[in-house]
């Protein structure tokens, strides 16, 4: 064995399987510890792993807050052992009802959601105050994205009117998930302009006595936030790290610990070799040329994709490749790839130590 990614037994692994690397998971948190000033500036979100036992880890580092976005991932996290818990998501219709069970179910939890709107915060505080529950909102900002969230006046205006009532208003969310800069000057002053009304909401309230907390960003501007004051950070990514923020993010230094493996199932005509990871197997949201990434056929192009199918061609100057052959590849986006699979392969060290549900992938635990 020649490369950090190969193991004992990997003949005996079926294809396409997510294969999760135990060691660098652990550093990946180390990494990200180092690069706050406080532990508690930390709200990981759980989207990209899913999982309980990864979950365990980042408690076991002393990180108790986290961010979910599905009723599901909160449970998991409940169920961990995680004591704050932000659902980031506007509730409505039944998930009202399934969070106020949550909520009853897990009483030591501290819960909260999202609501850009005074309607779902008075149908969020009036299902609340029926069923005798304590949770908390925060206002979510529309900085930039256009995807989820309200304005700045809209939003201390809301901020304002709801803690006046029962239902407690702890601060804003803000998600720029819009800004992916490569270049990391001119994503740190995109990061800048979008915050700026945002620093100055806040400032205008703790001016007249408020205490809004803030929780900002994503991976690419986290490095960005982990500088401000009293505002909470919510990477990701960062455990499993991929291929996409791999490019993006130069500046952070998370290794790749999450890998799929894949077999070469077919050749269909020279240089071009069909291998087992379809749409069902790897995040496919992205162009042909960004969504695997070959480790060890770098030179690798994408030709077509389909369900069960991706076809590659090599270039003449490259290895030719045998039937049966193992393929690893890194997602370029990793958190849809882990909710295609069940469960992962562990490996500690260079053995398959656990098999570990993607417990979260459920929308109904």
């Given at each position: 064995?020649?490369?950090?990614?190969?193991?004992?037994?990997?003949?005996?692994?079926d294809?396409?399987a997510?294969?999760?690397?135990?060691?660098?998971?652990?550093?990946?948190?180390?990494?990200?510890?180092?690069?706050?000033?406080?532990?508690?500036?930390?709200?990981?979100?759980?989207?990209?792993h899913?999982?309980?036992?990864?979950?365990?880890?980042?408690?076991?580092?002393?990180?108790?807050?986290?961010?979910?976005?599905?009723?599901?991932?909160?449970?998991?996290?409940?169920?961990?052992?995680?004591?704050?818990?932000?659902?980031?998501?506007?509730?409505?219709?039944?998930?009202?009802?399934?969070?106020?069970?949550?909520?009853?179910?897990?009483?030591?939890?501290?819960?909260?959601?999202?609501?850009d709107?005074?309607?779902?915060?008075?149908?969020?505080?009036?299902?609340?105050?029926e069923?005798?529950?304590?949770?908390?909102?925060?206002?979510?900002?529309?900085?930039?994205?256009?995807?989820?969230?309200?304005?700045?006046?809209?939003?201390?205006?809301?901020?304002?009117?709801?803690?006046?009532?029962?239902?407690?208003?702890l601060?804003f969310?803000?998600?720029?998930?819009?800004?992916?800069?490569?270049?990391?000057?001119?994503?740190?002053?995109?990061?800048?302009?979008?915050?700026?009304?945002?620093?100055?909401?806040?400032?205008?309230?703790?001016?007249?006595?408020?205490?809004?907390?803030?929780?900002?960003?994503?991976?690419?501007?986290?490095?960005?936030?982990?500088?401000?004051?009293?505002?909470?950070?919510?990477?990701?990514?960062f455990?499993?790290?991929?291929?996409?923020?791999?490019?993006?993010?130069?500046?952070?230094?998370?290794?790749?610990?999450?890998?799929?493996?894949?077999?070469v199932?077919?050749?269909?005509?020279?240089?071009?070799?069909?291998?087992?990871?379809?749409?069902?197997?790897i995040?496919?949201?992205?162009?042909?040329?960004?969504?695997?990434?070959?480790?060890?056929?770098?030179?690798?192009?994408?030709?077509?994709?389909?369900?069960?199918?991706?076809?590659?061609?090599?270039?003449?100057?490259?290895?030719?490749?045998?039937?049966?052959?193992?393929?690893?590849?890194?997602?370029?986006?990793?958190?849809?790839?882990?909710?295609?699979?069940?469960?992962?392969?562990?490996?500690?060290?260079?053995?398959?130590?656990?098999?570990w549900?993607?417990?979260?992938?459920?929308?109904?635990l």
């Amino acid at each position: 064995m020649k490369h950090w990614y190969e193991f004992e037994g990997i003949e005996k692994i079926d294809s396409p399987a997510l294969i999760v690397y135990k060691d660098r998971v652990k550093e990946n948190i180390e990494i990200l510890k180092s690069m706050v000033d406080s532990i508690s500036r930390l709200r990981p979100h759980v989207k990209t792993h899913k999982m309980r036992e990864v979950t365990e880890l980042l408690i076991k580092e002393g990180i108790r807050k986290f961010k979910c976005a599905t009723i599901a991932e909160a449970e998991m996290v409940a169920l961990s052992g995680g004591e704050d818990i932000l659902i980031a998501y506007q509730l409505v219709g039944p998930k009202i009802v399934r969070y106020i069970d949550l909520v009853q179910q897990y009483p030591d939890c501290r819960f909260s959601s999202l609501i850009d709107n005074i309607d779902s915060y008075k149908e969020l505080q009036l299902q609340s105050s029926e069923n005798n529950v304590n949770v908390s909102v925060y206002v979510d900002l529309n900085v930039g994205m256009n995807r989820t969230g309200t304005d700045i006046e809209s939003a201390k205006q809301i901020y304002l009117q709801g803690n006046k009532e029962l239902l407690p208003i702890l601060g804003f969310h803000l998600y720029d998930g819009h800004i992916v800069e490569k270049d990391l000057i001119r994503r740190e002053k995109d990061c800048e302009e979008a915050y700026a009304p945002v620093d100055k909401l806040v400032n205008e309230l703790v001016a007249v006595g408020y205490s809004p907390l803030v929780v900002a960003g994503g991976t690419p501007t986290f490095s960005f936030h982990k500088k401000r004051k009293n505002v909470e950070c919510s990477p990701g990514t960062f455990v499993f790290w991929d291929r996409g923020y791999q490019q993006v993010c130069h500046e952070q230094k998370f290794l790749p610990a999450a890998l799929v493996l894949s077999r070469v199932i077919s050749k269909p005509k020279p240089g071009l070799y069909c291998l087992d990871l379809g749409y069902k197997s790897i995040a496919s949201e992205n162009l042909l040329d960004h969504r695997a990434y070959f480790l060890e056929h770098e030179s690798a192009i994408v030709k077509g994709q389909s369900e069960e199918h991706i076809v590659i061609e090599l270039n003449e100057e490259s290895r030719p490749l045998n039937i049966g052959e193992i393929i690893f590849a890194m997602p370029f986006h990793i958190c849809p790839t882990v909710a295609m699979y069940d469960f992962v392969y562990v490996v500690t060290g260079r053995n398959i130590t656990e098999k570990w549900e993607v417990m979260a992938r459920n929308r109904v635990l």
